[in-house]
């Protein structure tokens, strides 16, 4: 009997049995499903969260501080820094050009009187224009919001100030809480005004010290939490440089502790996770000291190769359970046509020929239910995407492109065919073997 | 090729008029072969030990012969046809059917046997139910590797030899017991069997089903030339025969020529 007289002969007698068989392949198709999903997720999770936010994310990142290099604290992620040392444009330039860097996005902070109106904070016993508690000190922290994505910023109400722009900021919960407003309801801030004033120091004409605040507005458009560094205000890099830019002209005999560094510091995003450290060894040989959580981003990738690991270790479990469904179908079937496999073997069929027929049977049930399991995986996993995307869009981060992963697919119903002929091989062998004397007896 | 329907076979069956209408596509010489069975002996596993069903049988089904096979229920008749088609294995004794040693052969000779020499009808029909009538007439051919289109034109002009062209599309389950065997006889005979063994072909129908069935396997033989073995409980039908071979208790009791059936014994 020929290969084509064989698949004739197999499609035949699952289309005779159309309930079982339809309910063998549901079993191998979900089960290609949560295999091809599950490693869809994994791979992606791993290409995303490290991969693609390594390459050019804040994970990669490096925060260099306006300060020297602590010998004594090299290696560490959060090294204790050393002496102040100013970031200029020409450090900046140079260090943008170091190999293994990929951008390199300059941090500008300002020291801020905070003051909003209707609000009174409890931490700050200082009198204020309005009163005790009407102010708070705090930083705020300029960045290039158009680069925002390589930044460690999340946005968690509202949205992003516009670059450039000097009326809009977002605050952080740690600064709402200064106000007494607990993180629940930190969302119901965006849309108040606030008063921000920068304060330069000066010596007045009898020597006394005298400071003289430069008041801008600004509207609170967004809650965020960040770690580009400290500072409970992120604004655009225009309306924080003025504020510094006003701090820094002051007389340092009156204001020594005001930051005149051009830049606070840098974040700068090196090309990969595996140059961070080559990254941060030649920025320190510049001159600066750098912090970077590379220690812990190696115990995040460990873990998600876990997951991984684990999360393939379940879909193919879950073939295997299908795999051993094809087998109880086929037995069943066995079981069912003795009498239909002794006429074939009475009418000339050779051992070989039953063989094939049911090996056929269970490779065709295992590739359907792959192919069919493997198209609702990648479903899924577009869903499961689409619903991470709504998210990591809404914190202004770029969403995760699940592809079509053809190596996977073709894998998924390749090993479901595979395993359904070695499910099918034992019950295949016993209707081989049986005798065709069945074909006589009642 | 002329074919018969099921009326015209009915007709000539209560004439009495003698068939000579040919039958099938002859793949060879009509030429049969000769039976002979020497001290077969036989036994089946029971729940407490072996149970004997032939004992020493010798017997002799000459070349393009007709033979029925008599006896009671249990006297080895459908284990003997068995042993004779190669559905069963020899324990003991010699078997030869023409140039073939039954007892020696295993595997794909005894399958290439089976497919080739002995052309197999079954008293429950052995159709299979997911096959319309003509694959299943079809099934033997294409499990002796025979090109698609030339078994199909084979098992059409054999179905339509036994007058089942109208129902050659119609699964066993919507045919009548009667077109069922027509079927199975035309599956028989679709590889040219030299042999044709048949286990209580008409058990199943009524007489003057049985009657058509009859009429239709001796022509067959008589057209191919083959060798027809039956086993029967039907003496009428029994008495067709050229030899009548009685079995009782795994052995042949008697062996009668033709007309000299003792009926009723």
């Known amino acids: 009997m020929s290969w084509a007289d064989a698949f004739r002969l197999a499609a035949r007698s699952v289309l005779r049995r159309p309930g079982r068989v339809a309910l063998t392949v549901v079993a191998v198709a979900l089960a290609a499903a949560l295999f091809t999903a599950m490693l869809t997720m994994a791979s992606t999770a791993q290409g995303r969260v490290l991969n693609q936010l390594a390459k050019g994310g804040p994970l990669a990142g490096i925060q260099v501080a306006a300060a020297a290099p602590d010998p004594s604290q090299l290696g560490s992620d959060n090294p204790a820094q050393g002496a102040p040392k100013p970031i200029d444009q020409a450090a900046v330039d140079r260090i943008a ?5 990929d951008v390199v996005l300059p941090i500008v902070t300002a020291q801020t009187l905070v003051v909003w109106p209707g609000h009174t904070t409890t931490d700050n016993r200082d009198n204020g224009p309005d009163g005790p508690g009407s102010f708070v000190f705090d930083q705020m922290v300029g960045v290039d919001l158009a680069h925002i994505a390589n930044l460690p910023v999340t946005l968690s109400a509202g949205r992003l100030p516009s670059p450039g722009s000097t009326t809009e900021i977002d605050v952080t919960p740690v600064l709402l809480a200064r106000y007494g407003i607990p993180s629940k309801r930190a969302a119901r801030s965006v849309g108040s005004v606030v008063e921000l004033g920068a304060a330069r120091g000066f010596r007045g004409a009898d020597g006394s010290e005298v400071f003289r ?12 939490t ?8 992120l604004a655009s890099l225009s309306l924080t440089r003025a504020g510094h830019d006003w701090t820094a002209a002051g007389d ?21 996770l595996d140059v961070v450290p080559s990254v ?11 912090s970077a959580p590379e220690n812990l981003i190696a115990s995040v990738e460990r873990y998600v190769r876990v997951v991984e690991i684990v999360l393939a270790g379940i879909g193919v479990i879950a073939l295997a359970i299908a795999s051993l469904g094809i087998a109880n179908a086929l037995l069943a079937a066995v079981r069912e046509r003795r009498r239909e496999i002794g006429i074939l073997k009475a009418v000339g069929a050779r051992d070989r020929d039953v063989l094939r027929s049911f090996l056929i049977e269970a490779a065709v049930m295992g590739a359907v239910g792959g192919l069919l399991g493997t198209v609702l995986g990648l479903s899924l996993a577009r869903i499961v995407a689409a619903i991470v995307n709504g998210y990591l869009t809404s914190q202004g981060l770029a969403g995760v492109h699940v592809g079509t992963p053809v190596t996977l697919g073709v894998a998924t119903v390749i090993g479901a065919t595979l395993l359904a002929l070695l499910a099918g091989w034992v019950p295949a062998r016993r209707a ?5 004397r069945e074909a006589v007896e009642q | 090729m002329g074919t018969m329907d099921r009326d015209q076979v009915r007709s000539l069956a209560r004439s009495g008029a003698e068939l000579l209408h040919p039958i099938g596509v002859a793949l060879h010489d009509p030429d049969g072969v000769e039976v002979a069975a020497v001290k077969l002996s036989h036994a089946y596993d029971g729940p407490t030990g072996e149970v004997p069903v032939l004992a020493d049988l010798t017997v002799t089904v000459p070349k393009d012969g007709y033979a029925a096979l008599v006896g009671p229920s249990g006297a080895g008749k459908t284990t003997l046809l068995s042993l004779i088609g190669g559905l069963e294995r020899v324990q003991s004794g010699t078997l030869r059917v023409g140039g073939h040693d039954v007892a020696a052969l295993e595997g794909d000779d005894l399958a290439a046997y089976r497919r080739t020499t002995v052309g197999f009808i079954f008293q429950n029909f052995g159709l299979l139910d997911a096959l319309t009538a003509l694959e299943n007439v079809e099934l033997a051919a294409m499990l002796a590797g025979e090109r698609p289109s030339r078994r199909r034109t084979r098992a059409a002009d054999l179905l339509g030899a036994v007058g089942m062209t109208p129902r050659a599309d119609h699964r066993p ?5 009667g077109e069922r065997q027509r079927v199975a006889i035309a599956r028989a005979l679709v590889n040219g069997p030299r042999l044709v063994l048949a286990d209580e072909p008409t058990g199943n129908l009524d007489s003057d089903t049985s009657e058509e069935v009859m009429v239709l396997l001796e022509t067959m033989r008589r057209e191919r030339g083959c060798t027809l073995l039956v086993v029967t409980h039907d003496h009428g039908l029994a008495r067709r025969a050229d030899q009548l071979l009685v079995l009782d208790r795994g052995r042949i009791r008697d062996t009668f020529e033709p007309d000299a059936v003792p009926l009723g014994s």
Do not use: C, H, M
């Open chain 1, 97 to 101: 050009q170091l190999r293994g860097v």
């Open chain 1, 213 to 224: 605040g430069r008041w801008t507005k600004a509207t609170i458009v967004g809650i965020v």
């Open chain 1, 226 to 233: 960040q770690q580009a560094t400290s500072g409970g205000i």
């Open chain 1, 252 to 272: 340092p005999s009156v204001d020594g502790d005001a930051n005149r560094s051009p830049y606070a510091g840098l974040f700068v995003v090196a090309k990969g």
């Open chain 1, 280 to 290: 941060r060894a030649a920025i320190e040989g510049v001159g600066y000291s750098t």
């Open chain 1, 432 to 436: 081989a073997r049986l005798p065709a």
């Open chain 2, 173 to 177: 389950g919507a045919l009548s017991g």
